[in-house]
């Protein structure tokens, strides 16, 4: 946080430290950070491009693909290769919104000015899970037309009036806003941006292939809840995948993690010391 950041705050109307007032403070400091510009022009940039690569590759192939291949194509899920690339940059930009303050001690400043930390806490991951939802329906719709262009015959191609298709659009980007707020919660919890961005990472990344040791019946009761085979097989697939949750499951879930953190992450800042 920079000492432009601390003049624009201070100006900010003294009153009742309420929500209102936090949600001011933290647009102010969200809109002034260059790592929300930098992150979000890179998740664009990942997602809509990575949507382009991937499908330009089946025009071509098709008449060498086999039936079975052709059958289980998703001309939806597969435009949004990017969001694994997209969620850990989401879920980086809410750790660094809380972390970024610990490290440069702007925490002590945001407390005076809001001294009801889960008061704080609340604007930011509001401030956050806005920000982020609006970039991920940004990300989600572009990847989406994008992906289509280049879906030339005899590849299917999908449009928003098909049945699932606009649902598991917009889920993708409401995933993303998710995933900014789990780490906002997971920063709060953890304080420290390499810790927090690495336990995201692991959740992401390195738990499923973990799980493809287990049985398959455990294999299965686990993956299901995982955030990214939730979004692979449940929020972005018109066709899902056996033994996924269902879409609004899934949403369900994820909301259900978010909340889980970001109380465990209020109830701590309420309790330690910044």
């Known amino acids: 946080m920079s000492q432009a950041v601390l003049e624009r705050t201070a ?6 430290s309420g929500f209102p007032q936090a949600v001011r403070m933290e647009s102010v400091k969200v809109s002034t950070l260059r790592s929300t510009w930098w992150i979000s022009a890179l998740t664009l940039a990942g997602t809509i491009g990575l949507a382009i690569v991937v499908l330009r590759y089946y025009p071509s192939h098709w008449s060498h693909m086999s039936r079975a291949d052709k059958a289980s194509f998703d001309p939806v899920n597969d435009g949004f290769t990017g969001l694994a690339l997209a969620q850990l940059l989401m879920a980086a930009f809410g750790v660094l919104a809380i972390t970024s303050e610990y490290s440069g001690g702007m925490i002590r400043s945001t407390l005076a000015a809001m001294p009801r930390r889960r008061t704080m806490l609340a604007a930011k991951a509001a401030v956050i899970g806005a920000f982020a939802l609006v970039v991920g329906e940004i990300a989600a719709f572009g990847a989406f037309f994008a992906g289509q262009l280049v879906l030339t015959s005899p590849v299917p191609h999908a449009t928003l009036g098909q049945p699932g298709v606009a649902r598991a659009v917009l889920l993708a980007g409401a995933y993303l806003g998710l995933m900014a707020l789990i780490g906002v ?27 493809l040791a287990l049985p398959d019946s455990v294999q299965h009761s686990v993956q299901r809840f995982l955030p990214e085979i939730i979004a692979e097989n449940s929020l972005t697939a018109v066709k899902p995948v056996a ?20 109380g465990a992450g209020g109830w701590l800042l309420a309790r330690r010391d910044a």
Do not use: H, K
């Open 11 to 16: 100006r900010l109307p003294r009153g009742r």
């Open 185 to 211: 919660g997971i920063g709060a919890i953890v304080r420290r941006s390499a810790a927090a961005v690495a336990v995201i990472a692991g959740l992401i990344f390195v738990l499923p292939p973990i799980t």
């Open 243 to 262: 033994y996924s949750l269902s879409a609004w499951t899934g949403l369900g879930m994820l909301c259900l993690y978010a909340a889980v953190l970001l």
